[in-house]
T-cell receptor
Framework: DAGVTQSPTHLIKTRGQQVTLRCSPKSGHDTVSWYQQALGQGPQFIFQ???????QRGNFPDRFSGHQFPNYSSELNVNALLLGDSALYLC?????????????FGEGSRLTVL | KNQVEQSPQSLIILEGKNCTLQ??????????LRWYKQDTGRGPVSLTI?????NTKSNGRYTATLDADTKQSSLHITASQLSDSASYICVVSGQWGSQGNLIFGKGTKLSVKP
């Protein structure tokens, strides 16, 4: 049973560029959330996707956008990259209606913006 | 303001010793509290999840306690091992199933030395 998988694991971009990160949820899960984790900080909620729609959004600018596909996988897109976007981007999945609301995280994508 | 405060910020202990990590929260309403272990550069892994009606839950050498009246939780690690070296993150949910209402602490960085 594959857990949450993310790609790429590491990437380096320059300011102003655009990046796309990908996530496949744990088998049986239909809801994907994205988090940004700066060094030494806790994860910050970006947004959540369910049934191919953005259901909730944290305090992030419109440069951050996402998509969910019919197979429940998801993408996170960040446009016009800033130095401050350098972080570990985590994807987490769960299943709507699960009693525990348990979140399963991927290993993350480490983005460095130069 | 909904907040999760963890202490200490960092901790160094010798292998085989016990330790206790603290989490205080001001999140209201309260739904559940979770403890995650995060190895450096990796995704968080769930240790325990407790609702307001549970005051203790164990997962191997990890035991979490919750006092919903004082809004405090602790994570006790027994007979520590080198592999326990990680950040431990306390997460409080203000609304069941709502990922956007998960409030993350900054974590306690634990180092276990031989």
């Amino acid at each position: 049973d594959a857990g949450v998988t993310q790609s790429p694991t590491h990437l380096i971009k320059t300011r102003g560029q655009q990046v796309t990160l990908r996530c496949s949820p744990k088998s049986g899960h239909d809801t994907v959330s994205w988090y940004q984790q700066a060094l030494g900080q806790g994860p910050q909620f970006i947004f959540q996707y369910y049934e191919e729609e953005e259901r909730q959004r944290g305090n992030f600018p419109d440069r951050f956008s996402g998509h969910q596909f019919p197979n429940y996988s998801s993408e996170l897109n960040v446009n016009a990259l800033l130095l401050g976007d350098s972080a570990l981007y985590l994807c987490a999945s769960t299943r709507q209606g699960m009693n525990t609301g348990e979140l399963f995280f991927g290993e993350g994508s480490r983005l460095t913006v130069l | 303001k909904n907040q999760v405060e963890q202490s200490p910020q960092s901790l160094i202990i010798l292998e085989g010793k016990n330790c206790t990590l603290q989490c205080n929260y001001t999140v209201s309403p309260f739904s559940n509290l979770r403890w995650y272990k995060q190895d450096t550069g990796r995704g968080p892994v769930s240790l325990t999840i407790m609702t307001f009606s549970e005051n203790t839950k164990s997962n191997g050498r990890y035991t979490a306690t919750l006092d919903a009246d004082t809004k405090q939780s602790s994570l006790h690690i027994t007979a520590s091992q080198l592999s326990d070296s990680a950040s431990y993150i306390c997460v409080v949910s203000g609304q069941w199933g709502s990922q956007g209402n998960l409030i993350f602490g900054k974590g306690t960085k634990l180092s276990v030395k031989p």
